[in-house]
């Protein structure tokens, strides 16, 4: 039997995260790319050690994890920088994606991927779930978590 693979998107703050929860609360499986970058670029990890490579050790902290903050200051600004940084954590992002959806099984997969238009990705799914709401309730929620 076919897996169904539903990716679930939407804007920053438009809610994915209480989205994907509602259905891991109902045990389907949900395999989330935002963690999944998170975890690729931990201490010892080989695309963490390429990220230093490419830029240097200073996109690190004082305890060797990845300064996110310093990183996202270089790549925002810089094309090129963006393209490397891609090239450089997607394919190991991937391979953990798959790995996950082979363990996870069920009848359907919820696959969270907030770029994944942008990105081409929903050629690789059986269903696109966008999540959306007001622009209004969009920037209440990032003011709530940035503290901004």
Known sequence: MKILRIGLTGGIASGKSTVAGLFAALEVPV????????EVVE????PLEKLVERFGAGILTPDG??????L???????PKARADLEALTHPAIGSAVQARAAAAGGP??????????????QKQLDRVLVVDCPE???LQRLQARDGT
């Open 31 to 38: 395999i989330d790319t935002d963690q999944i970058a998170r």
């Open 43 to 46: 201490p010892g990890q080989p």
């Open 65 to 70: 994890h990845l300064d996110r903050p310093k």
């Open 72 to 78: 996202r200051e270089i790549v925002f600004t810089d």
């Open 108 to 121: 359907y997969q919820i696959v969270v991927i907030p770029l994944l238009v942008e990105k081409g990705y």
């Open 136 to 138: 209004a309730l969009q």
